[in-house]
């Protein structure tokens, strides 16, 4: 069974960082595509950053700069560090793994940036 689970959201002041990690299970973790997606409210889901199995980013033009995803095959996790976060920054992220035909998601973590 394929799992991804997100931890790490949380309330934050604007200015302020969060690091969110996914852990997979279930599936070969170094051969996937891992991505970060984001929901804000009323507004429909989009990447904001991926990372391939050979480890080549690419970031949401409004984060470039200020978040990096990261991966650690041996642990099976996406990291995703956030910095500098701005209230606009505020959602459920979402961690995606995909290969091939392959795409599975995690539930979400929420992040809220606000004062």
């Known amino acids: 069974q394929v799992q991804l689970v997100e931890s790490g959201g949380d309330l934050v002041q604007p200015g302020g960082s969060l690091r969110l990690s996914c852990e997979a299970s279930?599936?070969?973790?170094?051969?996937?595509?891992m991505g970060w997606y984001r929901q804000a409210p009323g507004k429909q889901r989009e990447l904001v950053a991926g990372?391939?199995?050979?480890?080549?980013?690419n970031y949401e033009d409004s984060v470039k700069g200020r978040f990096t995803i990261s991966r650690d095959n041996a642990k099976k996790t996406v990291y995703l560090q956030m910095n500098s976060l701005k209230p606009e920054d505020t959602g459920v992220y979402s961690c995606?793994?995909?290969?091939?035909?392959?795409?599975?998601w995690g539930k979400g973590t929420l992040v809220t940036v606000s004062s």
């Open positions: 995606n793994a995909r290969v091939q035909a392959s795409n599975y």
């Open positions: 279930g599936i070969i973790f170094r051969f996937y595509t």
């Open positions: 990372i391939t199995s050979g480890g080549s980013t």
